[in-house]
């Protein structure tokens, strides 16, 4: 353990999640804005179902922590959605165990602490064309953006029920003209414009919940961040600058 002691956000899901920590992706994007804020911590994994995350629930957070997390986003439903092997085996989750499944990861995460906020990541689209091998033997497709926006809708309406903030990143990246286009590197995940629409929706709810405290990037604390006569020289030559509320690019607006 490194000191000092501070927030905590966890990222629970899949390839989504995973993937989103390089090549600009939205948690690269989050882990700077939070560089001096909070620990942004990788708990997702390429491949994970909703079944698989309930198998790893109580090892990955675990009741009896002497510190639980401020902030936990949950990702998952994109590789629910897919289309059924006659095996069994696989990770099409049928949708109402899906919803059975994503309520159990709620209700454990809403009991880790009264301070652990959460919110719920709706599947993205897909761009069919774009993926490769989209299909089983008799030509049908494995992936289709449909079955991800009824996985999207019921992960988006079982929020709404229990009073969980939610976003939709099936519409959000849809809103773009060009989204097929620009969005994803494979058909399924997200490149640098992708990463940014995600990023920018959860930095919106951040920034509009009305959590005590507020967990938005700009009002949180900066860790180290007095003025000190080793920052870099001023233009005056005879003061220093305080660069620790600059975020790097500057000429990028992420309010």
């Given amino acids: 353990m490194v000191g000092p002691k501070r927030p905590q956000f966890v990222l629970f899901g899949s390839s989504i999640v995973q993937h989103s920590f390089y090549d600009q992706g939205w948690a690269a994007i989050l882990s ?19 079944r698989r995350a309930l198998q790893v629930l109580d090892d990955i957070f675990p009741k009896n ?18 289309l059924a092997h006659p095996s069994g085996l696989g990770q099409h989750v049928p949708l109402q165990e899906y919803i059975q499944n994503m309520t159990k990861i709620a209700i454990h995460l809403k009991s880790l602490s009264k301070k652990t906020r959460i919110i719920f990541l709706g599947a993205p689209p897909v761009n069919e064309a774009q993926i490769l091998g989209n299909s089983d033997l008799l030509g049908q497709p494995l992936r289709t953006n449909e ?7 019921a992960c988006l309406e079982l929020c709404r029920e229990m009073n969980l903030k939610a976003i939709d990143i099936w519409s959000a990246i849809q809103k773009r003209k ?6 994803f590197n494979d058909g399924i995940h997200l490149t640098a414009e992708g990463s940014e629409i995600v990023a920018r929706e959860i ?14 990037w700009k009002s949180m604390p900066i860790e180290f961040g007095e003025d000190s006569p080793y920052d870099p020289v001023a233009a005056d030559g005879k003061t220093t600058k305080n660069v620790s509320r600059e975020p790097f690019p500057e000429n990028l607006d992420w309010d």
């Fill in 32 to 50: 700077h804005l939070y560089a001096r804020k909070a620990d942004i911590i990788l708990r997702g994994y390429a491949g994970w179902n909703s």
């Fill in 65 to 82: 922590a002497s510190e639980q997390p401020s902030l936990v986003i949950v990702y998952f439903g994109g590789n629910d959605s897919v």
């Fill in 178 to 183: 060009d989204w097929r286009d620009v969005c």
């Fill in 203 to 216: 930095l919106k709810v951040l920034k509009e919940a009305e959590w005590e405290p507020s967990l938005h």
């Fill in 147 to 153: 079955s991800c926006r009824i996985y999207s809708e």
